[in-house]
């Protein structure tokens, strides 16, 4: 960052395959100036979502971002000055602040957080991840002591914090990741049962032995094919939480759905649900005070993965799509 200028990541071309580096631009701006009702902000900690990707296809539970602009993300900021009510500098918020330096953006659009240490929390285990971790699980999953919890895409920041909740709730888990690396390090340190490292092939089978007893409750981070090996896996009564289908969002889609859809719901009467996290933004607070007490009781552990340097946010995205980050990948800016 430097006085006057503003750094910019801008997203260039709509990716048609698969995302590259050649699909943005790092330019610069003049810094933003905050109007009536607006606080300028200094944007600490950029958080990398698969839903990134997903939002360049089209407009979702958002607007599509578009060639040309700001690439959008969500982002923990710092209060430069303001001209709205109630913001002060110093003030930490959460905001969509996109991939730049500075953002001037209306306070309705603020979300205002604590001054935690690390703030980095604010975007991991207190923040969307969290969240989603949380309330997809518990209010859709509903899982109970004793049963067999399934979730794909284990490693990564949401699914990471899905297991380890079903853990501390009794349930027998078994994460789906790739390599066995990011397999032997659910089962070594987040207490997983079993881990099926599905760029092995055989996903059916192994997942199979790993749930002798067959799936309760899937905690659906990847849809497709993964999707497809665990719906004849689910025991009577199963709940499946769709969370997201990150197998479909970097590249071409699929050309055809998971198979079992809808026979396979009917015969074991399964409930199949998707959510999105802000729908559930009025209960936080419950979600959070689970949260923290788990932090502080050892019983959750935080795995974040803090890439450096505004410039590097691309590679960061692309990484993530191919599986590089073990929890919640953000950019410190
Ligand atoms: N519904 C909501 O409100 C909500 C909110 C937040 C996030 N989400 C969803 O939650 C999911 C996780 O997102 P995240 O941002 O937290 O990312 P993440 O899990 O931290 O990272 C994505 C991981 O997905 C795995 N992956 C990539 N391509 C895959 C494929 N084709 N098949 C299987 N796994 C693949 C990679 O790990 P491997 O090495 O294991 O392949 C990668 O590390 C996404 O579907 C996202 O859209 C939903």
Same mark, same amino acid.
């Given at each position: ?5 503003? *750094? ?7 990716? =048609? ?7 943005? /631009? ?17 944007? *600490? ?5 698969? @839903? ?7 407009? !979702?539970?958002?607007? +599509? ?22 913001? +002060? ?21 603020? !979300? ?24 997809? $699980? ?5 899982? /109970?002591?004793?049963? !067999? ?17 079903? *853990? ?37 089978? @192994? $997942? ?8 309760? #409750? ?33 590249? @071409? ?10 026979? $396979?719901? #009917? ?33 959750? /552990? #935080? ?9 590097? =946010? ?5 990484? $993530? ?10 950019? /410190?800016?």
């Amino acid at each position: 960052m430097s006085d006057g200028i503003n *750094r910019q990541i801008l997203l260039i071309d709509k990716p =048609t395959g698969k995302l590259g580096p050649e699909h943005f /631009k790092l330019s610069t701006a003049a810094m933003p100036e905050p109007g009536d009702g607006e606080a300028l902000l200094r944007v *600490r900690y950029i958080s990398l979502d698969a @839903a990134n990707r997903a939002w360049m296809h089209g407009a !979702t539970y958002r607007s +599509a971002v578009e060639a040309n602009t700001v690439m959008a993300g969500g982002g923990i900021a710092e209060v430069v000055s303001s001209k709205a009510d109630g913001l +002060a500098p110093g003030d930490i918020v959460f905001a969509d602040t996109g991939w730049q330096d500075y953002v001037a953006l209306p306070a309705k659009h603020l !979300t205002r957080m604590p001054r935690i240490e690390p703030l980095t929390y604010l975007l991991s285990v207190y923040g969307i991840a969290g969240l989603t971790a949380y309330f997809g $699980l518990l209010d859709i999953g509903k899982p /109970k002591a004793g049963e !067999t919890v399934v979730v794909s895409a284990a490693a990564g920041s949401v699914g990471s914090i899905v297991g380890q909740i079903a *853990r501390i709730k009794g349930c027998r888990v078994v994460g789906i990741a790739g390599g066995q690396d990011k397999c032997h390090w659910l089962t070594s340190e987040l207490g997983f049962d079993a881990a099926v490292d599905y760029k092995d092939g055989a996903v059916f089978k @192994a $997942l199979r032995a790993a749930a002798p007893n067959g799936i309760d #409750v899937y905690f659906d981070n990847v849809g497709g094919d993964i999707l497809e090996a665990c719906l004849p896996q689910m025991n009577n009564y199963g709940r499946i939480a769709c969370c997201g289908a990150i197998s479909q969002y970097d590249g @071409a889609p699929q050309t055809h759905g998971p198979r079992g859809v809808p026979g $396979l719901i #009917v015969v074991k009467r399964l409930v199949m649900q998707g959510f999105i996290v802000m729908d559930y933004m009025k209960e936080r607070d419950r979600a959070l005070a689970d949260l923290q007490a788990w932090v502080a009781s050892g019983q959750l /552990k #935080v795995q974040e993965d803090i890439i450096a340097g505004l410039e590097n =946010t691309p590679k960061a995205l692309i990484g $993530l799509l191919a599986g590089e980050n073990r929890g919640k990948r953000m950019v /410190k800016v």
